[in-house]
């Protein structure tokens, strides 16, 4: 990202909040807090500490439109640290909003909630959310049980699953599938094979792909930022033990922000901070985004399929943050 990019980001956010200023905000303290002080979050939990709690919960994801906005402020801001924070206390709202049922197994997690762990650099969380005792995906949108199976070979090294993945992508990528699509399985068969000009070349349709994505969840302002091309970049650092790192290379497109990627690199990839102050009436979001989430569980198989046991999951991640209260 040049200056230009960066004033494109910023006038794109700021088109977006004149059009929609009810969701692309301009103030968060009179965006999210105040609203969220209006749920009466003590007052849930006083009547009941578990339905208090998910309640709570739905809310955090439900705002997550308010993602945006941080990003959009660190990038006026010019400011690496904070928008490695935004980066952070996002991927820590995800997590937690695993709670809904998309009706999938993991293969629901190659375009939601990893991307966002590996572009915040909390690596641990893969492992909850994609455990190697889950298996192969089967039950997702698209290429995502491919993706994820990728992901899982190259997380885990299993070599019965590399082989299986490793087919599976050559099949997909003969097929008919998005930019974004192709630069996933790309990118992770590219680490598979421990090809970096692979990981490269997907790293670049990942951030095309993103440009031309029209899917309802993008807008003009999430297209001026890969968060899954900075995700994928970032897996480099944290598989071989970084022995790929020095052969990725940065993309040189529009919407990847090098100053972030140099910035995080530079801080040996640890991840940031919470974005956000919380009033001491919204203590509890704090210790909502603080608390560790279980590991994701799948259903048992209905004709051969599976899903996220979102159930099992909530019930224990409820059961852990009130530990933490």
């Not at 905000?25 to 006083?46: H, N, P, W």
């Not at 990981?199 to 029209?214: A, S, T």
Request: aromatic share 12%; net charge negative.
């Amino acid at each position: 990202m040049n200056d230009k990019d960066y004033n494109k980001l910023i006038k794109d956010y700021e088109k977006l909040h004149y059009s929609r200023p009810d969701i692309y905000i301009m103030d968060y303290r009179d965006g999210f807090l105040t609203r969220s002080e209006k749920v009466q979050a003590r007052k849930l939990l006083d009547q009941n500490k578990e339905d208090g709690i998910r309640i709570l919960l739905t809310w955090l994801g439900m705002n997550s439109g308010y993602y945006e906005y941080k990003y959009y402020k660190a990038f006026k801001n010019h400011d690496m640290e904070m928008l490695n924070n935004a980066l952070y206390e996002t991927a820590l709202i995800e997590h937690l909003d695993c709670i809904c049922d998309p009706g999938y197994d993991h293969a629901f997690f190659a375009f939601v909630v990893i991307p966002q762990i590996l572009a915040a650099n909390v690596p641990d969380r893969i492992e909850k959310l994609i455990p190697k005792e889950n298996g192969p995906a089967n039950n997702g949108y698209n290429a995502g049980p491919c993706i994820v199976n990728l992901l899982m070979a190259v997380w885990y090294g299993d070599e019965n699953q590399k082989e299986m993945a490793t087919e599976q992508a050559e099949r997909f990528l003969n097929k008919k599938i998005t930019l974004i699509e192709r630069g996933y399985i790309d990118s992770y068969l590219g680490f598979l094979k421990k090809d970096p000009q692979m990981i490269n070349e997907g790293l670049v349709e990942l951030c095309q792909g993103k440009k031309k994505n029209r899917d309802s969840a993008e807008d003009a302002f999430t297209r001026g930022f890969s968060v899954e091309a900075h995700g994928v970049y970032n897996l480099a650092h944290w598989v071989y033990n970084g022995e790929l790192e020095k052969d990725v290379v940065m993309p040189d497109e529009p919407n990847f922000c090098q100053d972030l990627a140099i910035y995080q690199k530079e801080r040996n990839y640890r991840h940031g901070e919470l974005y956000s102050e919380y009033p001491d009436n919204l203590e509890i979001y704090k210790t909502m985004l603080k608390t560790e989430p279980p590991v994701m569980h799948l259903t048992l198989p209905v004709r051969k399929k599976c899903t996220l046991d979102v159930k099992r999951f909530e019930k224990e991640l409820i059961e852990e943050i009130i530990r933490n209260m």
